[in-house]
């Protein structure tokens, strides 16, 4: 019996799973630095020491002549790599351990099941992106980086492999880069979707039960103080300064704004549509046309600037895809980061003291700002959730329900129904 255990389980070696340039996954042979230590993301890559920390560490024996790949629990730890080597080594001298027998009872050939032919990840992550270019081109771009990444910490194959526990795989993977928990929550949720089939992979059946829930707390949308905006505009150019008032006037999402044009203005009426434009493949959000009354002042604003281009704020004639960029890099550059904020920049997370990522400083709070004036103002929440484009009202109103605990009107209310006795 020992001896044919012996055959049965042969020599451990430890490789690390790395991903290369043209995306192969290959198995590459660990290097020691001793008998007992390895050299921490290091291994031999067509015969050459490369460095590869993104890499995952495998334990690789035979049970009844099939290699076995065991991944390590930490999978970038090489010191638990190490030491799940030296134990399956130290089973081997002892064929008659009690683990030995079970590694070898846990490896049995198992029966072959007939069912759907088995279908690569990477094949399906291709076909599910082209069946989903109709998408907008940000929510497109916005899968194939969640997929990608999904893809560099998942090193299952076959997508029937995958399992609750890659998602909480990919989950740490994210938040070892820094991703924030709604991002976080988003990207799991972007996975989820594409493994249940509902746009069109090839493979069939769908997996349904595949999923968890990653808990994040709801921001309501805050606005800018008016401190804040006088503080933005004194350390922005011209041409920044017409993009927030653009922004403040018209409450547009970005990348509303950037598709903006003048024959999108009827100077007449006073007022700025937002519709379709196919032709720089974009559609509104929920697919509706709407118009927005904007202000004198600023058309007259933007009428002083028209140039050459149909678009407002477009860049060597084509939309510009990067004003959050604008943003972020004009409050750095003037000082504005709070410095507490930690954001990713190359790949390598930053604080927002030595880079342009703080989230203070975010388009979005612009239509919140539009929003709250023209509701102050009396503009009732019907008709601002129009000018926004909401489908939902119970939207609109999270934009309105949030008041400066701070200000003159809230200290007002207060005052007015406090009865002192």
Known sequence: MAKKLQQKLQKVSVYIRIRLADGSQPYCPAIWESKKRLRPHWCLVRGTPEHHPEGIYHVRYRVNGKPVWEKVRVGDDPKQAAELAADRQSQLADPNDAASQRIVDEHKPEPVEEGPAKHRLGDEVKTYLSNVAKLAPKTHAAYKLTLDLFQQSCLKIFVHQITKQDLQAFDSFLLKQGHEDRTRANRIQHVITFLRNKEGRRAGPPVTDVSIRIK??????????????????????????????????????????????????????????????????????????????????????????????????????????????????????????????????NGKPVSCADAPVCEHWILHRFRKNFATDRHENGASARQIQKWLGHSSLETTLRYLATMDDTSEQVRDICNATHVGL
């Not at 937002?274 to 202000?295: A, H, L, T």
Request: net charge positive.
């Open 216 to 345: 994040y707390v709801e921001q309501p949308p805050e606005a800018y103080t008016r401190q804040e905006l006088e503080n933005l505009f004194k350390v922005s150019s011209e041409d920044d300064k017409l993009l927030w008032r653009f922004l403040l006037g018209t409450g547009m999402r970005e990348a509303e704004a950037a598709v903006a044009e003048y024959p999108d203005i009827n100077a007449e009426k006073r007022l700025i549509a937002v519709g379709e434009k196919p032709y720089f493949g974009f559609k509104p959000k929920d697919c509706e046309k709407r118009v927005v009354p904007i202000p004198d002042e600023l058309i007259a604003q933007l009428s002083a600037r028209k140039n050459g281009s149909s678009l407002i704020f477009g860049k060597h004639g084509q939309p510009d895809g990067h004003l959050i960029r604008r943003l972020k890099m004009v409050a750095f550059k003037g000082g504005l980061n709070c410095g507490k904020c930690q954001g990713i920049q």
